[in-house]
């Protein structure tokens, strides 16, 4: 009988496909509608996601398969959905950051700046968020969090060491890493996910106070970089995956929205909802690993001169290793600022860019996007060679002289490209054009009128919740771009503003701070060790808690002027939310100005 439960469950991947799709045939058989058709398909790819029984990509593909066949929308249709003008953007922008990481840009900054803070532990998480969090906003979260994890382990393992000779040889304490007593816990040996704590038989008092301080100090860094990993991405449009796809989908639902989320209008909103989860994440990590001590986190009045310069050995190491800036690594850096002063100077909305006066159309918008300013930096970056001036040998003709590589080159990018994001990206654009052509999207819109009598800051609140705790479960992308179409038709549905629930839920899908599995970041943390499921589901639950309260106190406040959140949109109106919407909209439950 095990044998045989063990066979269903090795091959529980083809099951869970075969099956699926058969016991959902009730619903298109049973309702013959284009909006059942398409309910089917949404179900059917929810689920796969879910499970992941197939790869998040394949599933985005079905779209093309089965919206054609059941007649909602044409295949040449469907398939302008995977290309759409957000997938340029992330394509350029991922060039761009692929480029940072080629040439070690990423690594300068973050050593850099952790030599500027200091070793202090309070100081020292707070280093190592604010560092993370800022690669995060330009590269992936991903590898921000594979390069930050190994340097902060390095830097504890450094401070350890010191502290540890310290007693030994002089019998005193560093006063700089001198916590709280942590709180008397059952002795652990064997973590959840399968690695030893080195502990010795009979170790003395003070080394099992030390050992015991080394784990609370080490879990807290590494919840510290994945937390801020995921953080920090809010903050840009490119930041990471969700915020392109809800751009994608406004476009896509709102074809006249003029361009309202663009890289200026989401900055200003996002960032200082990411300044302040940040730091609030960090008084959190602190009062939960270090203790309430804060004038022992912070080493005031201890003199800590010459430990800080013993712990900043390590790190001084890394920074030294790297060698003076390269021509490469100026040239690069140059290259982003101009693309991220390009990014907020197109077209943001509060003064004509330059994007409305040099590339003006009909109606005096910018022709240019984000994503063509993203290409053009990448092109060039294609083109600019790597060392000026400079010639090398060519190791497979000794006789003769090569030119420099180039800033980028396809074989770098082909390896570190992830293609499968442009799909996952278009199967979300097609199930929202899907959803809008089978007339699904009115149907659930009109089934969801009667939340019209609830107040508008409860919903979101009640919705980021719920986004928040799916995301825990499934792919962050995979959640914005099931919810989103969702909440653009009930938005219409009740006259709200799109953007008012749709803005806060794309937040709410970063909000993955509670189990391993919920997001990369989480899982490389939890690899290294140190790090039990409860620790991180203890930290991640309230912090889930204030992002949600925090990103509600965000679109109650300062996004309702910069998205104009007062009133029912033109653009969002329909032939349906006409008459329904125009004259309600006094009446609006909207947060008044």
């Known amino acids: 009988m095990?044998?045989?439960?063990?066979?269903?469950?090795?091959?529980?991947?083809?099951?869970?496909?075969?099956?699926?799709?058969?016991?959902?045939?009730?619903?298109?058989?049973?309702?013959?509608?284009?909006?059942?058709?398409?309910?089917?398909?949404?179900?059917?790819?929810?689920l796969l996601w879910c499970t992941e029984a197939l790869p998040l990509a394949v599933t985005a593909l079905f779209p093309i398969v089965l919206f054609p066949m059941m007649g909602i929308v044409d295949a040449s249709e469907v398939a302008i959905e995977y290309l759409k003008d957000t997938n340029i953007l992330f394509v350029g922008g991922l060039l761009v950051a692929i480029a940072v990481e080629h040439w070690n840009l990423h690594k300068r900054i973050a050593l850099r700046v952790l030599l500027i803070v200091g070793v202090r532990p309070a100081l020292l998480i707070l280093g190592f968020m604010l560092v993370t969090a800022f690669l995060s906003?330009?590269?992936?979260?991903?590898?921000?969090?594979a390069m930050m994890v190994p340097i902060a382990h390095?830097?504890?393992?450094?401070?350890?060491?010191?502290?540890?000779?310290?007693?030994?040889?002089?019998?005193?304490?560093?006063?700089?890493f001198e916590l709280?007593?942590?709180s008397p816990q059952k002795e652990v040996t064997k973590l959840e996910n399968g690695q030893s704590l080195p502990v010795t038989s009979a170790p003395p008092e003070g080394r099992t106070h030390h050992s015991q301080e080394h784990l609370r100090i080490s879990q807290c860094l590494s919840l510290c970089v994945c937390y801020s990993a995921s953080i920090g991405g809010i903050a840009t449009l490119t930041g990471t995956t969700p915020n392109l796809v809800l751009q994608g989908q406004v476009n896509s639902l709102f074809p006249e929205n003029g361009n309202v989320v663009n890289f200026a209008s989401w900055f200003s909103f996002a960032f200082p909802t990411m300044i302040i989860l940040l730091l609030l994440a960090w008084l959190w990590l602190q009062i939960l690993f270090l203790g309430f001590n804060f004038r022992k986190n912070f080493g005031f009045g201890e003199n800590?001169?010459?430990?800080?310069?013993?712990?900043?050995?390590?790190?001084?190491?890394?920074?030294?290793?790297?060698?003076?800036?390269?021509?490469?690594?100026?040239?690069?850096?140059?290259?982003?600022?101009?693309?991220?002063?390009?990014?907020?100077?197109?077209?943001?909305?509060?003064?004509?860019?330059?994007?409305?006066?040099?590339?003006?159309?009909?109606?005096?918008?910018?022709?240019?996007?984000?994503?063509?300013?993203?290409?053009?930096?990448?092109?060039?970056?294609?083109?600019?060679?790597?060392?000026?001036?400079?010639?090398?040998?060519?190791?497979?003709?000794?006789?003769?002289?090569?030119?420099?590589?180039?800033?980028?080159?396809?074989?770098t990018v082909n390896q570190r490209m992830p293609w499968n994001i442009m799909l996952?990206?278009?199967?979300?654009?097609?199930?929202?054009?899907?959803?809008?052509?089978?007339?699904?999207?009115?149907?659930?819109?009109?089934?969801?009128?009667?939340l019209k009598s609830v107040p508008s800051p409860a919903i979101a609140f009640i919705l980021c919740l719920i986004v928040a705790t799916f995301t825990e479960c499934t792919s962050n992308v995979a959640t914005t771009t099931i919810f989103l179409p969702i909440l653009a038709s009930m938005a219409q549905a009740i006259c709200l503003h799109p953007l008012y629930v749709m803005l806060p839920c794309t937040l709410?899908?970063?909000l993955a701070f509670m189990l391993p599995?919920?997001?990369?970041?989480?899982?490389?943390?939890?690899?290294?060790?140190?790090?039990?499921?409860?620790?991180?589901?203890?930290?991640?639950?309230?912090?889930?808690?204030?992002?949600v309260l925090v990103i509600t106190l965000a679109i109650n406040s300062w996004s309702i002027p910069i998205f104009n959140l007062y009133s029912f949109p033109s653009w969002a109106q329909s032939t349906n939310t006409t008459a329904r919407c125009l004259p309600s909209l006094a009446n609006t439950t909207m947060p008044s100005p």
């Open 2 to 46: 095990a044998t045989c439960w063990q066979a269903l469950w090795a091959y529980r991947s083809y099951l869970i496909v075969f099956l699926l799709p058969i016991l959902l045939l009730p619903l298109p058989i049973l309702i013959p509608s284009k909006e059942a058709y398409c309910a089917y398909t949404i179900i059917l790819m929810a």
């Open 304 to 411: 800590t001169k010459e430990r800080q310069q013993a712990a900043y050995g390590v790190i001084q190491t890394e920074h030294r290793l790297l060698g003076p800036m390269t021509f490469a690594e100026k040239a690069v850096s140059i290259l982003f600022v101009i693309l991220v002063l390009l990014w907020f100077t197109r077209e943001p909305g509060f003064f004509l860019g330059w994007g409305n006066v040099a590339f003006p159309n009909a109606k005096g918008e910018s022709m240019l996007s984000d994503g063509t300013v993203a290409i053009f930096i990448s092109i060039i970056m294609f083109i600019m060679p790597s060392k000026f001036p400079g010639l090398t040998q060519d190791p497979e003709n000794p006789g003769k002289l090569k030119a420099p590589p180039a800033l980028l080159d396809w074989k």
């Open 508 to 510: 709410a899908a970063s």
């Open 154 to 176: 390095a830097v504890l393992n450094q401070l350890h060491s010191i502290q540890d000779n310290g007693d030994v040889e002089e019998g005193s304490n560093n006063p700089t």
């Open 424 to 450: 996952l990206l278009g199967g979300g654009y097609a199930l929202a054009k899907g959803s809008e052509r089978s007339g699904l999207s009115e149907w659930l819109g009109n089934k969801l009128t009667p």
């Open 180 to 182: 709280q007593e942590p």
């Open 517 to 547: 599995v919920a997001t990369p970041p989480n899982a490389i943390v939890f690899s290294f060790g140190g790090l039990r499921v409860l620790d991180m589901a203890r930290a991640g639950f309230l912090l889930n808690i204030i992002g």
């Open 137 to 145: 906003m330009w590269i992936s979260n991903t590898a921000t969090s």
